[in-house]
């Protein structure tokens, strides 16, 4: 079973910076993609980026440009580095651990990012 523990999240201005972190572990498949979602109030939860273990990454349109994720190089760690922030980025980030040979997705127990303006 593989855990996720996330680190990071706060209150910032708007146009601040933050950082997220997510460390795997337990028994991590050789293929997966780790990644970030977040849930505003009264939404839905959304995906915003993700990192493939073959070394691509996705982004959401509405973070595009000002996040950047990346993993570390043992590739169970996972960051989310969030520039340019605004009030609407405002939300708790899942981060999401998903096995891609036999489809599980585990989940780390969220932090909350908040960008008042």
């Known amino acids: 079973q593989v855990q996720l523990m996330e680190s990071g999240g706060g209150l910032v201005h708007t146009g601040g910076s933050l950082r997220l972190s997510c460390a795997a572990s337990?028994?991590?498949?050789?293929?997966?993609?780790m990644g970030w979602y977040r849930q505003a109030p009264g939404k839905q939860r959304e995906r915003i980026a993700t990192?493939?273990?073959?070394?691509?990454?996705t982004y959401d349109d509405s973070v595009k440009g000002r996040f950047t994720i990346s993993r570390d190089n043992a590739k169970t760690t996972v960051y989310l580095q969030m520039n340019s922030l605004k009030p609407e980025d405002t939300a708790v980030y899942y981060c999401?651990?998903?096995?891609?040979?036999?489809?599980?997705?585990?989940w780390g127990q969220g932090t909350q990012v908040t960008v008042s303006s």
């Open positions: 337990g028994i991590i498949d050789s293929r997966n993609a």
């Open positions: 999401n651990y998903r096995r891609l040979s036999a489809p599980i997705d585990i």
């Open positions: 990192s493939f273990t073959g070394g691509v990454t």
